[in-house]
């Protein structure tokens, strides 16, 4: 039996592509795992399912995705203050939050000293990740295509975040 050139490549990428899916998955595990202890706010798995929902755990400690337009918080106008769903930390005021038209969302500017940032090297790119300061909470990411003054756009997963109308501005 020969091999042909296209069966050949078609085999490699398909190969590339299950190792590359593979070690992201282990990046994400690893990483969280490694940072778990570097935060004020920290819980056992267990302590974290029985605080969030499994959707808030699957996005906030494994830092998944949720789907475009699916958070109510997107269409939240609102005055008052988002904070992080694991550990009520104020994260973003309702003064910097603007219709991205992304279906997540959007905010041109953290609260001071709320978040932290990494690198994401997955999907075969870099892109900036944020999290909660203050319990490592995976927020979502934040991209240069944001509107002035600060040219960001942070486009966050509503199910790591919770609402309290109010005074924008913490007390």
Known sequence: MTIKRRDFLLSGAALAAVTGVGLMSMRRFDAHAATEGDFEVTKSEAEWRALLSDEQFDVLRNEATERAFT???????RAGLFHCAGCDLP???????YDSGTGWPSFWESLPDAIGTKDDNTLFMTRTECHCRRCGGHFGHIF???PPPT???HCLNGLALTFKPGA???A
């Open 71 to 77: 958070s109510p918080l997107n269409e939240e106008k």
């Open 91 to 97: 994260v973003y005021s309702s003064e910097t939050k």
């Open 144 to 146: 240069d295509d944001g």
């Open 151 to 153: 040219g960001k756009r």
């Open 168 to 170: 924008a501005t913490p």
